[in-house]
T-cell receptor, first 114, second 111 residues
C-alpha cells in the first residue's frame, strides 16, 4: 500500500516564524502535491512537483515555497508565517504519466499561526 | 472558481438509505474521481471514471458521468454510519495537468 506521511499532525507557530512541513511517500511516485484546505473553500493547490528539483506553482503559491531534493520528499516552506496561513495542509503523491492519476494523501497537518 | 462543484453541500440520511451526491464541472475532462475524507484526516481515493465511460461500480458505490451535461453523481447504496464523511469530486481537465477539487458534500449517516 502507498504510504504518504507528514511530519506533524498538529503544529502551532508564531507570526513571522519560518515553518517547514515535510511530506514523504514510499511508492517511488514522480508527482507530489501540496494543498491547503479551508472551510467553504475546499482543497486549493499550492505547489506541485513532477520530478526531483522541479516545481510548479498551483493556484495559491503566494507566501509559500517548496523543495524537492529527493524523489520521496516534498517540503512546503512558509517563509514568514502569518495568521491567514492557519489551515489544514495536505500532501499527496501520484504515479507518473499524467498528474491526473489518482492521488494518495497524507493524514494532514493542522497548522495554527498565532 | 472551482472546476468541480458538489451538490448538496450537506446530506443527512438514516442507515440503510441510499445517498446521492452530484458534481458539476466546467471544462472538458480526461477523468473524474471521487474521494472521501473522514473528519480531520487525509483524502482517500474511491473511484475513477474516464471521460469515455458512463457508469462504474465498486462495491456499494455507483458513479455515473454525463459529459454532455458536464456532471457526475456518486451513489452509495445501503449506507452505514461508517460512511459518514465528506465526499469530493476531482477533475483532470483535458487541457490541464493536475486535479481540481470541489468543495465537497458532508454526508451524515444516522444509526
Amino acid at each position: 500500500d502507498v504510504k504518504v506521511t507528514q511530519s506533524s499532525r498538529y503544529l502551532v507557530k508564531r507570526t513571522g516564524e519560518k515553518v517547514f512541513l515535510e511530506c514523504v511517500q514510499d511508492m517511488d511516485h514522480e508527482n507530489m502535491f501540496w494543498y491547503r484546505q479551508d472551510p467553504g473553500l475546499g482543497l486549493r493547490l499550492i505547489y506541485f512537483s513532477y520530478d526531483v528539483k522541479m516545481k510548479e506553482k498551483g493556484d495559491i503559491p503566494e507566501g509559500y515555497s517548496v523543495s524537492r531534493e529527493k524523489k520521496e520528499r516534498f517540503s512546503l516552506i512558509l517563509e514568514s508565517a502569518s495568521t491567514n496561513q492557519t489551515s489544514m495542509y495536505l500532501c499527496a503523491s501520484s504515479t507518473s504519466g499524467r498528474p491526473g492519476y489518482e492521488q494518495y494523501f497524507g493524514p494532514g497537518t493542522r497548522l495554527t499561526v498565532t | 472558481s472551482q472546476q468541480g462543484e458538489e451538490d448538496p453541500q450537506a446530506l443527512s440520511i438514516q442507515e440503510g438509505e441510499n445517498a446521492t451526491m452530484n458534481c458539476s464541472y466546467k471544462t472538458s475532462i480526461n477523468n473524474l474521481q471521487w474521494y472521501r475524507q473522514n473528519s480531520g484526516r487525509g483524502l482517500v481515493h474511491l473511484i475513477l471514471i474516464r471521460s469515455n465511460e458512463r457508469e462504474k461500480h465498486s462495491g456499494r458505490l455507483r458513479v455515473t458521468l454525463d459529459t454532455s451535461k458536464k456532471s457526475s453523481s456518486l451513489l452509495i447504496t445501503a449506507s452505514r454510519a461508517a460512511d459518514t464523511a465528506s465526499y469530493f469530486c476531482a477533475t483532470d481537465a483535458a487541457s490541464g495537468s493536475r486535479l481540481t477539487f470541489g468543495e465537497g458534500t458532508q454526508l451524515t449517516v444516522n444509526p
